[in-house]
């Protein structure tokens, strides 16, 4: 008996959910094959995270691990008390409820109003914040029924003396203010998370090239020329590199234009199966990765946004 390519990949796909999902201690059914958004990823060619993502209204959240940084969300109130069946958390430890899974809370900027947030095994953080913004179809509406209705006397009191979140206020000049929740990562993406992970360098990096956000492109250390890593992506006081193809004089490098270095991007990701990405911070690495060139989100991320006119593309023109 044969199989065709697309039997076969069906096939190692649906084995490759089959093991992830016992290992999670999940029972195997036809139903849960169906509706698994683990099994479509896998279908689709993209590996399975290192760790379970969170889950969103019962179902597994990748975006908020690898996509996009902000999100708007449900959330409860802070509490301890339900530490115990949260992932990653320990006993005693403070946790919300963010769409319907526990997440860890690491620091409360201000209690009801902004956390720094974290989920699982993830060495990601995400800020929860309270955003408020005047409703003006309900404020008009709420001033046309005192209009017409003067005599009449209206309490939100015992609504909004609740202990759960409130969904909306109203202020002294009756102005009707509804809250939302949003939940923005503060640190490195996570696609990272698909690759395997490797040991660092087995040399020293430094800085060769620094901008405003941080340093551009590393090089070994004490040396004019060796490998080079150019930046992708930053968030806060963390950065991300990837390693180029070949040996560079550093002082060369520099010199490049911003198109030379999107060149250089573009030829590796074309010309490599697999690439290398670093994470630095605090002037050492933190974590090194090897992906498949086509997992590498390089169209995604923000390159033109950062600083990589280290010599400008007319520098030199007449």
């Given at each position: ?26 029972t195997l059914s036809d139903l ?6 683990l099994f479509r990823r896998l ?27 902000e999100h708007l969300v449900s ?244």
């Amino acid at each position: 008996m044969s199989f065709s390519d697309r039997e076969k990949h069906l096939i190692r796909a649906a084995f490759a959910w089959g093991q992830i999902t016992q290992q999670e201690g999940y029972t195997l059914s036809d139903l849960e094959i169906e509706k698994s958004v683990l099994f479509r990823r896998l279908l689709g060619g993209r590996p399975p995270l290192a760790f379970p993502p969170p889950l969103r209204h019962g179902f597994p959240w990748y975006d908020v691990i690898e996509g996009r940084s902000e999100h708007l969300v449900s959330a409860s109130q802070a509490s301890p008390e339900c530490s115990i069946i949260a992932p990653g958390c320990k006993l005693g430890d403070t946790c919300i409820l963010i769409d319907g899974a526990f997440w860890r809370v690491v620091e409360t900027i201000r209690e009801h109003e902004e956390y720094i947030v974290e989920w699982g095994q993830y060495p990601m953080q995400w800020r929860l914040r309270k955003h408020w913004e005047v409703n003006y179809e309900m404020t008009q509406q709420l001033h046309s029924f005192r209009k017409d209705n003067p005599n009449t006397e209206m309490s939100f009191d015992n609504y909004l003396s609740q202990k759960e979140y409130r969904e909306f206020r109203i202020d002294d000049d009756q102005t009707v203010w509804l809250c939302e929740w949003q939940l923005n990562r503060i640190s490195l993406s996570g696609w990272v998370w698909v690759g395997a992970e490797l040991p660092t360098p087995d040399y020293r990096l430094a800085s060769v090239f620094d901008d405003d956000q941080g340093p551009v492109i590393l090089g070994e250390e004490s040396k004019p020329n060796g490998e080079a890593w150019l930046r992708i992506e930053d968030a806060t006081s963390e950065y991300r590199f990837v390693k180029l193809q070949g040996m560079f004089e550093y002082q060369t490098l520099i010199a490049s234009s911003a198109s030379d270095l999107r060149a250089l991007l573009q030829y590796l990701q074309e010309e490599s199966a697999d690439i290398e990405v670093l994470d630095w911070s605090e002037n050492t690495t933190s974590r090194r990765f090897a992906l498949p060139a086509q997992l590498i989100p390089l169209e995604d991320l923000s390159l033109n946004e950062m600083s990589f006119d280290l010599v400008p593309d007319n520098a030199f023109s007449i």
